[in-house]
């Protein structure tokens, strides 16, 4: 149809191919079928009439709607009143998991502080017991130095 109206070979015919079932190009196509129509009628020929019915016949079958834009999709959320229960429920549900969350953490540090109290005596009764056991040393050795003299 294209060699016909332009005189010339279409070159992108490979990316036709690819685009022709696209929403986007389908709705472009009825468009312009009016003027395809009155361009193949006026030359009548059995190929041009063929033409045209096929391109209505595909165009009929394969009638597919352009996807909802970001700005519709928005809008659709924010007047579905239903979500808003649910949104609700899982914020009770988030608030509640981090309630949970720093009680844990609370606890963690407070058993951790528990722990370094716990070494910080160890060590206290480690120091204690060295400073008797040299005090103890010195003694005997005091004593020893007596019984010799």
Known sequence: MYQLLEKCNFQFEHCWHLLKDQPKWISHTKKDDVKQRKTVNSSPSDK????????VIENEVIELDR?????????????????????????????????????????????KAEKMEYDKDKEQNKIRQEDERLRLEAEKLELTKKESD
């Open 48 to 55: 041009d009439d063929v033409l045209e019915i096929g391109n």
């Open 67 to 111: 996807p909802m834009g970001r700005k519709d999709e928005k809008g659709k959320r924010k007047a579905q009143g239903g979500q808003t229960e649910e949104i609700i429920q899982l914020r009770k549900m988030k608030y509640t998991l981090l309630e949970e969350s720093c009680a844990q953490e609370k606890e963690f540090y407070r058993l």
